[in-house]
């Protein structure tokens, strides 16, 4: 093994919880009395379009937030705009505290391995992972926005071993989704390991997390 890539979204900024699942009690919290349908369906009208509404070049974490909530208040009838810093401030602050955990596994990984991120993503990944701190730590970020290609196909993950200079079977893919992160590495026989505790697991020879810094653990 001599490569690891990292999904983003619920890998690198929870323990295997998706963005929807980590807002909707959020918003639910701030007094919106709403079914998770409807709100699912206002998270993705955000989330679908949110790059081709703003120019996110150079937008870190806390504005992508601000701008992702601000756009699904907009889509809930009645909803007060005003929520939108208590949602995206308590969204940004848990992010946080798992970035603080997740360094220094990072920064022992790295002293072994070279690291990557490979990411379905709006496109200004860099920018988040430097508002963060997170920029030091990955030799390449394979984002879906920048290079047309989105997980599970293999472009997205093939670029990110070419950056790196590793072959697929070199690599090992941690992730939370079996549909994008499981599938796409099982199709070119990469190890993976699935971080989600609430998942099936997606195939035999998928490892399982439960926490990210049990990573370090599996590859020992």
Not at 41 to 54: N, P, V
Not at 57 to 64: D, S
Not at 146 to 172: N, S, Y
């Amino acid at each position: 093994m001599k490569a690891v890539l990292f999904d983003f979204g619920g890998t690198l900024d929870s323990d295997g919880l998706t963005w929807p699942d980590r807002f909707f009690p959020l918003y639910r919290d701030a007094g919106l009395d709403l079914t998770r349908d409807a709100f699912l369906k206002a998270f993705y009208a955000s989330d679908d379009h949110l790059a081709e509404r703003f120019a996110l070049t150079g937008v870190g974490l806390a504005k992508t937030l601000e701008l992702q909530v601000g756009c699904v208040l907009e889509s809930l009838p009645g909803a007060d705009p005003g929520l939108m810093p208590a949602i995206s401030g308590r969204f940004l602050e848990d992010c946080r505290r798992f970035f603080a955990r997740n360094k220094p596994v990072l920064e022992r990984l790295k002293r072994r391995y070279r690291l990557g991120i490979v990411s379905n993503f709006y496109g200004n990944l860099p920018d988040i992972l430097a508002s963060e701190g997170l920029d030091g730590y990955f030799d390449v970020v394979a984002e879906s926005a920048r290079l047309g290609h989105m997980k599970p196909q293999k472009e997205i993950f093939l670029h990110a071993t070419r950056a790196l200079g590793v072959t697929p079977d070199q690599c090992m893919m941690v992730g939370d989704s079996v549909p994008r992160d499981m599938r796409g590495a099982e199709g070119l026989a990469m190890s993976h390991a699935l971080l989600n505790p609430s998942a099936a697991a997606c195939c035999p020879t998928a490892a399982r997390l439960t926490t990210l810094p049990d990573v370090e653990r599996l590859l020992q």
